[in-house]
């Protein structure tokens, strides 16, 4: 066989493996989607949060985004001096004290990718055994509960059904509704994360009833959720 045939058959067997039934799932089309990858070194994912701060002012949404897509990869990420836990503690506190209000364009999403990103923050093993990231997380569980209005109405609740004056007041009570929904779904996520944690260091005979009252005070939780928490 000539060289340049060869050349010819080796290429073509190639493009087989990678695009024939060697790697598809039975029943489905060999399809591969493209997967977003983050560097795992911590000073990567440091210095892409360091960038997402200049689009804050500018780029909101952009901003939670970039925030979003490198804190989900630091649960792989073994943070080995303090230098480094400061820095990623930095952008985790700067992010967690950034304002949504519900009048901002968005406002549902960014708030999704916020607490998300909290959630992501605390995978990684030296955050989460943090006193202080779970304080910080309190206080954004307090901010949450603080902005939850005392009763969420159903536009399908009722039979009065009332249209309003336009179209653009429409779409600001269904983006204002949604905002109010996600404030409820991410207070109930997080006290949840809270609870647990608390649970967890009562359980391993770790529990500290000042910090606790802190904790209990900052995310401002009730008089029923205490009580599931206990004295023991």
Not at 12 to 24: C, N, R
Not at 172 to 181: D, E, M, P, Q, T
Request: hydrophobic share 35%; proline share 3%.
């Amino acid at each position: 066989m000539k060289q340049g045939n060869k050349i010819i058959v080796a290429t073509a067997l190639v493009f087989f493996f990678v695009q024939g039934s060697v790697f598809a799932k039975p029943g489905k089309t060999n399809n591969i989607p493209r997967v977003e990858t983050v560097s795992t070194n911590v000073v990567v994912i440091a210095r892409g949060m360091a960038d997402a701060e200049k689009l804050w002012k500018e780029k909101p949404e952009a901003y939670f985004r970039a925030m979003r897509k490198n804190a989900k990869h630091l649960w792989q990420v073994e943070i080995t001096s303090d230098e480094e836990y400061q820095v990623l503690f930095s952008s985790f506190t700067n992010m967690i004290r950034k304002p949504i209000s519900a009048d901002e364009k968005r406002s549902s999403e960014m708030l999704s990718l916020q607490s998300n990103s909290v959630k992501d923050y605390m995978r990684n093993d030296r955050v989460r055994n943090d006193r202080d990231a779970w304080i910080a997380t309190a206080k954004y569980i307090g901010a949450i509960r603080s902005r939850i209005p005392s009763h969420i109405s159903s536009s399908c609740s009722s039979t009065n059904i009332v249209m309003p004056p336009s179209m653009e007041e429409w779409r600001r009570g269904r983006a204002k509704a949604s905002y109010n929904l996600t404030l409820k779904h991410e207070n109930k996520s997080l006290t949840s994360s809270l609870l647990i944690y608390m649970e967890n260091l009562s359980n391993r005979g770790l529990r500290d009833e000042e910090y606790f009252q802190q904790l209990a005070d900052l995310a401002n939780l009730t008089e029923e959720e205490r009580k599931k928490l206990g004295k023991r």
